[in-house]
């Protein structure tokens, strides 16, 4: 039963596309909201979306894309990625220099990958049109596999020569989550000694505009306040795309390689609200399953928790449904952990939510801080009585919780343990 720790992280998202800045945006809550472009015409009520910058992946053809110059993506592998494939390749080298992995330690058996993201519904609607309208014969042989879900995993287990164990995850806004509890226990059950896992989203009009029909996202226009969890204010997310990258070792092979290690993943919970397909259970009985499981299965007690990354998306009911979820296991023994949510700086990633607000938590975990509620103004009276922090808490947690839910009303946590090396 090994330990499992977080050796390495890679990060393309609205707030940086890479560890410094991520750490340099979440300690100064700097946000990535911005007016979005492409959600400029007059029959689209939603105005603000959080983009990656540096990239340049609106063309069907991959060709055409541009990207920052300290990575170089082969062509051949270009073709069978959709935009999200091309963050999460550049979030994966990353990871890979900042575990400091060899060639040989990336690709053998005991090695594997889980992924999770949406797919590309872009290029797949492109794709299927042309089928229509060309014939499937005028089709590209790697459509399919660079659009549909799964892409992710497809093509970062063929580029990087991954022959451990691999799958993807679709549990919506819990994906990346569910990857990250399953990948801890590969390694935990002594069926792997590293895994990398990745959540990844294209963060386009595809992606982020369909959830203006089921009335989820913010009609605020102004990027500074538009996100804001927790708010009274609040009125919907944000949308964001990107990828980020963790990179999961046993303690075997974190003490064979030296390496310091950002945190312990202590344990991981899971559980359904049975309730809705699409909105929270209203006292938040899913998510508190999961926290209670999630403790149990780090064996931490809830006082000793010292802040909780939630999931929060800035939604009127989410929110609230995630409070009472928290106060439900934490009230009981009078603890007050800090609370905050980043997708106020970040948007609302998707799939990729849980790896990206999970390598946040491990930045702070190294880094020692806590990040605040962005964009908080006037605090819901429904939520008043939890220890939600404006500020950044420059301290160093020991316990750190992470909360994802999901559409079905999966909920995941995840449990974070400082290392005594680091804090």
């Known amino acids: 039963m090994a330990k499992v720790y977080v050796t390495g992280l890679g990060f393309i998202t609205s707030i940086g596309n890479d560890l410094s800045t991520v750490a340099e945006s979440l300690k100064a809550l700097r946000h990535g909201v911005i007016a979005y472009p492409p959600f400029a015409a007059a029959n689209i009520p939603v105005t603000v979306a959080a983009p990656v910058r540096g990239f340049d992946t609106e063309s069907l053809d991959p060709e055409d894309w541009t990207y920052p110059e300290r990575y170089r993506v082969k062509r051949e592998y270009l073709r069978s990625m959709g935009p999200h494939g091309l963050y999460s390749y550049c979030a994966m080298l990353q990871a890979i220099e900042d575990a400091g992995l060899s060639p040989a330690e990336i690709s053998n058996d005991d090695t594997g990958l889980f992924g999770a993201s949406a797919g590309s519904p872009n290029l797949l609607t492109y794709y299927v049109r042309r089928m229509h309208e060309k014939g499937v014969m005028r089709c590209s042989p790697l459509g399919i596999v660079a659009s549909i879900a799964g892409t992710v995993q497809f093509n970062l287990v063929a580029h990087f020569g991954i022959k451990g164990a691999s799958t993807g995850f679709a549990s919506a806004c819990a994906s990346s989550s569910h990857a990250l509890g ?21 963060g386009n009009v595809e992606t982020i505009l369909p959830f203006a029909g089921m009335r989820a996202l913010s009609l605020n226009p102004d990027p500074d306040t538009a996100s804001r969890p927790f708010d009274r204010g609040r009125d919907g997310f944000v949308g964001t795309g990107g990828a980020t990258v963790l990179v999961l070792e046993s303690e075997e092979e974190v003490a064979r390689r030296g390496v310091v290690p950002y945190c312990e993943l202590a344990g991981w919970g899971q559980a359904s609200d049975g309730h809705n397909v699409a909105i929270s259970h209203p006292d938040g009985l899913g998510l508190a399953n999961a926290l209670r499981r999630a403790l149990g299965s780090a064996g931490v007690e809830p006082e000793a928790v010292d802040y909780i990354n939630a999931h929060a998306t800035s939604t009127p009911i989410g929110d609230i449904s995630e409070g009472k979820a928290i106060r439900s296991v934490f009230g009981a023994s009078g603890a007050r952990p800090a609370i905050s949510s ?8 998707l799939s990729l939510a849980g790896a990206m607000e999970t390598g946040f938590c ?10 605040g509620s962005a964009h908080l103004t006037d605090l819901d009276p429904a939520v008043a009585d939890l220890n939600i922090i404006r500020e950044t808490v420059t301290e160093r947690p020991q316990i750190v919780l992470n909360n994802s839910s999901g559409f079905g009303g999966a909920n995941v946590a995840l449990v974070m343990r400082a290392v005594p090396s680091v804090g």
């Open 182 to 202: 399953y990948a801890f226990d590969e390694i935990f059950l002594g069926r792997q000694q590293r895994m990398f896992v990745v959540g990844a989203e294209d």
């Open 342 to 349: 980043t997708k106020a700086l970040t948007g609302h990633g």
């Open 362 to 371: 491990a930045v702070a975990l190294r880094q020692g801080f806590m990040p």
